[in-house]
């Protein structure tokens, strides 16, 4: 089975703009949930998505948003990029959603905001 | 809210020697523990969660709910157990992972 894979695997991007990140889950998976990971805060929940509703949604301003389409296929977009947006954005699937599905993480995107 | 505390961010030992991660939790309902790994250059995965209660690569760990934690142990560290050690909680309905910020465990010949 092909792993979960995440597009693109590097951005840069300027202060203001927008970006949108791709994640393919592991086929057969529904759900998908997005983390970021960055020195000082180290990983932090973003949201999950699970038959195209949010189900969860962590501590994070509106400015990210994500969906997910009916193949399972998500995409987390950031508007208004700032600085201290700069970091590695994980994407994690799951057969279900619920804490006895185990997570398969994907490589990551890492984000340049300059 | 829910915190995960992992109290050291390097740990090194000798190759043979015991290993002992800490995990300390905090979180007022019944979480399910998880360790997580990342060797170099790999994905993060999944190593042992407390509800199977099973050995993965000789690593055990045990929630203490009275001390609140979930210390990671190992016997006897092998080179290959060199990695970054994440402990995370689940609150239950979800995949909603709280992840404390990791250990870097370095295993010496």
């Known amino acids: 089975k092909a792993g979960v894979t995440q597009t693109p695997r590097y951005l840069i991007k300027t202060r203001g703009q927008q970006v949108t990140l791709s994640c393919s889950p592991i086929s057969g998976h529904r759900s998908v949930s997005w983390y970021q990971q960055t020195p000082g805060q180290g990983l932090q929940f973003l949201f999950e998505?699970?038959?195209?509703?949010?189900?969860n949604k962590g501590n994070f301003p509106g400015r990210f948003s994500g969906r997910q389409f009916s193949n399972s296929r998500s995409e987390m977009n950031v508007s208004t990029l700032e600085l201290g947006d700069s970091a590695l954005y994980l994407c994690?699937?799951?057969?279900?959603?619920?804490?006895?599905?185990?997570?398969?993480f994907g490589p990551g995107t890492r984000l340049t905001v300059t | 809210a829910q915190r995960v505390t992992q109290p050291e961010k390097l740990l090194s030992v000798f190759k043979g020697a015991p290993v002992e991660l800490k995990c300390n939790y905090s979180?007022?309902?019944?979480?399910?523990l998880f360790w997580y790994v990342q060797y170099s250059r790999q994905r993060l995965q999944l190593l042992l969660r407390?509800?199977s209660r099973e050995s993965i690569k000789g690593f055990t760990a045990d929630l203490n709910k009275g001390e609140t934690s979930f210390h990671l142990k190992k016997p006897f560290a092998q080179e290959e157990d060199s990695a970054m050690y994440y402990c995370?909680?689940?609150?239950?309905?979800?995949?909603?992972?709280?992840f404390g910020t990791g250990t870097q465990l370095k295993v010496e010949l």
């Open positions: 995370a909680l689940s609150r239950g309905g979800g995949n909603k992972l709280t």
């Open positions: 407390h509800i």
């Open positions: 979180y007022s309902g019944s979480p399910e």
């Open positions: 998505y699970f038959s195209e509703t949010q189900r």
């Open positions: 994690a699937s799951s057969f279900s959603s619920g804490s006895s599905y185990e997570q398969y």
